[in-house]
């Protein structure tokens, strides 16, 4: 996207537009091509439709928040994934229902079967389910950080979970497991 808009480029595009433009056609418009600056993501043809009495005003307008719109937009990079946070400890008994339920409800977060796909609250409630010994969130939880499912990968603490699920007899966990070797570093919250 250009810094500047080129005047002479804004001129000839802004001829072809309709003579007919009401007044409110012009300020709808002049506040789209706006809005579109502010987003960063205006482009020649949304603004060659603001009549010429307000071109200025949006060029005038688009130098000064481009240059702030170029500043705030963020740089993408595996560490821009979103992490999952460690749900808070339950309070009174957890039954074996309830970690089934946090599972079911993992599943359908993360598959997005019946609500909207969310990598981060699957991953908070296999977390929720793993720390109760669920071997199937253990593992699933594992296979999104091993695979950056949605979330951050992180090899350290997919080992753990992977370990843990092992240790309760999944076949699949077993595997996994002794592909990534070792576990390092201190387990993951969700297994404390």
């Known amino acids: 996207m250009p810094d500047r808009v080129d005047p002479d480029r804004l001129g000839s595009l802004a001829a072809r537009r309709p003579a007919a ?61 979103p992490r999952p946070t460690t749900p808070p400890p339950e309070t009174g008994p957890v039954v074996p229902s309830r970690v089934a339920g946090w599972r079911q409800q993992a599943l359908a977060y993360e598959h997005g079967d019946g609500v909207a796909r969310d990598a981060v609250r699957a991953a908070e409630l296999y977390c929720r389910a793993a720390r109760y010994g669920d071997a199937e969130s253990q593992f699933n939880l594992a296979w999104m950080l091993t695979n950056a499912r949605g979330i951050e990968r992180d090899d350290a603490q997919a080992a753990h979970l992977f370990a843990a699920a092992a240790e309760q007899g999944l076949e699949q966990a077993r595997n996994m497991a002794a592909s990534m070797g070792t576990p390092r570093g201190a387990p993951p919250p969700c297994l404390r």
């Open 21 to 81: 433009v009401t007044p409110r056609t012009a300020r709808n418009l002049r506040d789209a091509a706006l809005a579109a600056l502010l987003c960063g993501g205006a482009s020649l043809g949304v603004l060659a439709q603001v009549p010429a009495q307000g071109q200025a005003q949006v060029q005038a307008r688009g130098q000064l928040q481009a240059v702030a719109v170029s500043a705030a937009q963020p740089t993408l990079s595996l560490d821009s994934l």
